[in-house]
């Protein structure tokens, strides 16, 4: 498609498991952002990734989260032993230029929520 | 300390009824500031950029302005599709928007 997709929309762990969220940015777009949005809140910065290189972490909350972008396209948010402050939408944005060239305007997909039990 | 803070946190219209929405920002070395708007489920969805005090935008009945304190997005005669949180982001610095909370507007038909 031509937008940014999230997968999977949804999903329900237990507390203790690890999961798996992916994103597949538009096409050629070289930053990768990913942002967590607790409800009614405004989205948090997590991580940033120029191609493949992820030149940012600092907002990662714990070493339980992890992100990779290991081919400059699709890329992976992994949480393990998942806690219940972890339930949150995890969006992910892609904007074509990277750096300081990056004017801002980031293309959202529509998110991953995430369910902590 | 919030960087972005935006107000009201809610606001209710009646169609027609023109208002505006506040972004206030305490950084230093502004590069840009830009809204976005986010229905419900979705993600956001870029609407401005505005890099300079006094600059102006417009979409539709949108319009956003900047001054070196603050920026307001102006809604002319609402409708009820322009029901949406109002996201407003400023980025220092680096390459990365750090959003403020947000503003949700709903306006009533």
């Known amino acids: 498609g031509a937008g940014v997709s999230q997968s999977p929309r949804y999903k329900v762990a237990k507390r203790g498991q690890d999961v798996a969220l992916r994103c597949d940015p538009i096409?050629?777009?070289?930053?990768l952002f990913w942002y967590q949005q607790a409800l009614g809140q405004g989205p948090e910065f997590l991580t940033y990734f120029q191609n493949e290189a992820q030149l940012d972490k600092s907002g990662l909350p714990s070493d339980r989260f992890f992100a990779e972008r290991p081919e400059g396209s699709v890329s992976t948010l992994k949480i393990q032993r998942t806690q219940q402050e972890d339930s949150a939408v995890y969006l992910c944005?892609?904007?074509?230029?990277?750096?300081?060239?990056?004017?801002?305007?980031?293309?959202f997909g529509e998110g991953s929520r995430l369910t902590v039990l | 300390e919030d960087q972005v803070t935006q107000s009201p946190e809610a606001l209710r219209l009646q169609e027609g009824e023109s208002s505006s929405l506040n972004c206030s920002y305490t950084?230093?070395?502004?590069?840009?500031l830009f809204w976005y708007r986010q229905d419900p489920g979705k993600g956001p969805e870029f609407l401005f950029t505005l890099y300079s005090a006094g600059e102006e935008k417009e979409k539709e009945r949108l319009k956003a302005t900047l001054t070196k304190k603050e920026s307001f997005l102006h809604i002319t005669a609402p409708k009820p599709e322009d029901s949406a949180t109002y996201l407003c982001?400023?980025?220092?610095?680096?390459?990365?928007?750090?959003f403020g909370r947000g503003t949700s507007l709903i306006v009533h038909p």
């Open positions: 982001a400023v980025q220092v610095g680096s390459y990365i928007p750090t």
């Open positions: 950084v230093s070395g502004l590069r840009g």
């Open positions: 944005a892609s904007s074509l230029a990277g750096g300081v060239a990056n004017t801002g305007e980031l293309f």
């Open positions: 096409s050629g777009h070289v930053s």
